[in-house]
């Protein structure tokens, strides 16, 4: 893997690593983040019959993006089967 210089990864640390013993080595980029804003949620109370693609839609205006709410809610197990009344910590993006 080649970095060009102005890249954005030109003072990136690169390390490369593979899934198999011989395997191709992937490259993979660790990213120095210096000022990360402080991220907030909103608590959300989960209703029977809710799903993730509606609550972004709710709150991100865009159903697309529900991958982010199971992100953030790592405690909770299974999506599909969420109990009502759970709180569902939705992340401010």
């Known amino acids: 893997m080649t970095i060009y210089k102005g890249s ?19 490259p993979i980029v660790y990213y120095q983040i210096t000022k990360l804003p402080k991220l907030t949620y909103v608590e959300h109370k989960y209703t029977q019959g809710e799903r993730l693609d509606q609550l972004a839609y709710t709150y991100y205006k865009n159903p697309e ?6 992100e953030f809610n790592p405690e909770i197990e299974d999506f599909t089967n969420i ?3 759970t709180i569902i910590k939705i992340p401010n993006v």
């Open 8 to 26: 954005r990864y030109e003072y990136s640390t690169i390390d490369f690593v593979t899934n198999t013993v011989g395997g191709d080595a992937n």
């Open 65 to 70: 993006y529900w991958w982010i709410i199971p």
């Open 83 to 85: 109990p009502t009344g």
